[in-house]
């Protein structure tokens, strides 16, 4: 552990350990597209690379792979790189169609050949909505209001995102499952796609607890990504070296612990990947496991809820529909969750002294439900 001492830690530090190369979501594509697209109708020209600002700061270029300009119309279209991720959307060609609207009319968002439409409840977009989801949104939005200002464009404008055989690329999603017809989704909340190697990432992992352990942290916190990250900091005030870049490998961050504990650990994520962890999987890759709604309903029927509202949840589109369900119930199915994935992070640890609590949030870190911090071992779970 003497190594680890003069090593800088946190997420960004894990992912520097793995050697592995990140990438661009197709909402950090479909941003440098927009504003490529809206920069040529604008000035006549598209600015080629085109860079971009994404939420933590990085400012990447992307090359054009398509330049189309019409009159009141331009299309700009860049292919995604993931890196080292092993991304299924990997190489898809995203386009951006920029259209000249009314003064007065805003950002209007539409969904071209490839990209999905919403048909079911549960997701963070209504039904109807083009499957462009609200980062990338509003990482297109303050691009277009930031060209509007440098070429004293109006910012009234009709955006369509549209990826190259994207509605058969989506048949390896899980977009036809959940309601999202027509094509994929275009996500990201941070623009960048960590890759996952599943050996280097647990080696990360295992790294970041050594350099938490050598700086004398007592409480470090696994959170699934970096919206949990920061309500983890804000909750608790950790240091960058005691947040643990969990992602989806619960289970390597508890067996690690239990062989090499601290004082706290605190479980960080959003409600559906926390749902997988209550139900025992210690793997929460969405290829790998998936949202229990009968187990969900089983808690909410222990949470108080009446058999009604029970089948409903089982009946659910998504985690997030089940709990927005209970929510409107008065039934705490979020604490519920949060209390049995703290027990069964416990009996991961068998007995080690570690005392975890878990926090539950939403898309936009909002906390959804939490557990009271506990080191006893629960007795198993009747399955």
């Excluded at 499957?131 to 297109?140: G, W």
């Excluded at 350099?211 to 942290?217: E, I, S």
């Excluded at 519920?336 to 416990?346: G, P, S, T």
């Amino acid at each position: 552990m003497g190594e680890a001492v003069s090593e800088a830690g946190g997420r960004s530090a894990q992912l520097k350990h793995t050697g592995l190369r990140p990438g661009w979501t197709t909402g950090a594509c479909a941003t440098a597209a927009t504003t490529a697209a809206y920069t040529a109708l604008l000035t006549g020209e598209f600015p080629d690379p085109v860079s971009i600002t994404l939420p933590q700061g990085q400012t990447p270029a992307f090359a054009l792979a398509v330049e189309e300009l019409l009159d009141g119309q331009a299309t700009a279209g860049v292919v995604k790189d993931a890196g080292d991720d092993p991304d299924v959307t990997h190489g898809a060609l995203v386009r951006a169609t920029v259209r000249l609207l009314p003064p007065g009319a805003g950002v209007v968002f539409r969904a071209g050949p490839g990209v999905g439409t919403v048909t079911k409840p549960g997701l963070p977009l209504d039904v109807g909505e083009p499957a462009i989801n609200p980062v990338p949104r509003q990482l297109m939005r303050d691009h277009v209001a930031a060209v509007a200002k440098r070429h004293d464009g109006g910012g009234d404008v009709e955006i369509t995102i549209s990826v190259d055989n994207g509605e058969e690329i989506a048949r390896s999603t899980w977009n036809p499952r959940l309601g999202i017809l027509g094509g994929l989704s275009i996500l990201g909340t941070t623009g960048v796609v960590v890759p996952y190697s599943c050996s280097a990432w647990i080696d990360s992992i295992r790294r970041g607890v050594d350099v938490a352990r050598a700086a004398g942290r007592t409480h470090v916190a696994g959170c699934t990504g970096s919206t949990s990250e920061r309500t983890a900091v804000a909750e608790y005030d950790l240091p960058e070296d005691a947040l643990l870049d969990m992602g989806d490998f619960a289970g390597a961050v508890l067996k690690y612990v239990r062989r090499h504990p601290v004082d706290r650990l605190t479980i960080c994520g959003g409600f559906a990947k926390l749902s997988k962890l209550a139900a025992g999987h210690l793997d929460l890759h969405s290829a790998r496991s998936q949202v229990d709604k009968g187990f969900l309903a089983r808690l909410a029927r222990e949470a108080g809820a009446e058999e009604a509202l029970a089948a409903e949840v089982a009946d659910a589109n998504t985690g997030l529909a089940a709990l927005q369900l209970c929510v409107a119930r008065g039934v705490p199915l979020g604490d519920v969750v949060a209390v049995a994935a703290r027990d069964e992070a416990l009996r991961v640890l068998r007995g080690a002294p570690v005392t975890v609590d878990v926090i539950c949030v939403d898309r936009a870190g909002g906390i959804v439900g939490r557990s009271e911090p506990s080191r006893a071992t629960p007795p198993p779970r009747a399955r």
